[in-house]
């Protein structure tokens, strides 16, 4: 709060409401509110630079290059009808993604949340992606008996 004292009938400056003074005159208590504008975000654990910071920024973020890299590469085989190896190479971007998030101690850009929560995201999902390109169909390379016996019990009825 910033008051003029000078006069006993200025009115006190206000900077923003939860600064402004009560009636009489003297200033509010102290709330448990978040401010209105933050000056900074906290960055992940291992979230800083990957490498020095006298190197060009891509060569900074190399690990977030790499799993981007490969994702490109498997989109592209998608893309020429290749669709089994690419969607394979995108699901193991996403688990090198988690490799790279659990053993390094800085990976740029890579790291978007707690390292705990990255690493289950991207081990979940690149999981998930890898198991759908090995099961899908024609010719599947992995067959899990119970799910076939899931989708006829739940078509069949």
């Known amino acids: 709060m910033s008051a003029d004292h000078t ?4 009115e006190p ?3 923003d409401a939860t600064s402004a003074p009560e009636p009489a005159g003297r200033p509010k208590r102290a709330t448990r ?3 209105s504008f933050t000056r900074d975000t906290a960055r992940p654990e291992g979230g800083g630079r990957a490498t020095s910071g006298d190197l060009p920024a891509p060569a900074r973020q190399w690990p977030m290059l790499v799993v981007l890299s490969a994702v490109a590469l ?10 089994r ?3 394979l190479l995108i699901g193991a971007a996403l688990l ?3 490799v790279l998030r ?4 800085g990976v740029g850009m890579l790291a978007v949340r707690s390292r705990f929560t990255d690493i289950a995201t991207y081990g979940v999902l690149g999981l998930a992606i890898v198991l759908l390109a090995m099961m899908a169909q024609p010719r599947p390379w992995l067959e899990i008996p119970f799910l076939k016996d899931t989708l006829h019990f739940t078509l069949d009825q």
């Open 85 to 87: 190896y690419g969607t």
């Open 13 to 15: 400056t206000v900077r």
């Open 102 to 105: 659990w053993f390094l101690p």
């Open 7 to 10: 006069h006993p009938d200025a």
């Open 33 to 35: 509110r978040f401010p």
């Open 74 to 83: 498997g989109l592209l085989l998608i893309a020429l009808d290749v669709v």
């Open 96 to 98: 090198a993604g988690a």
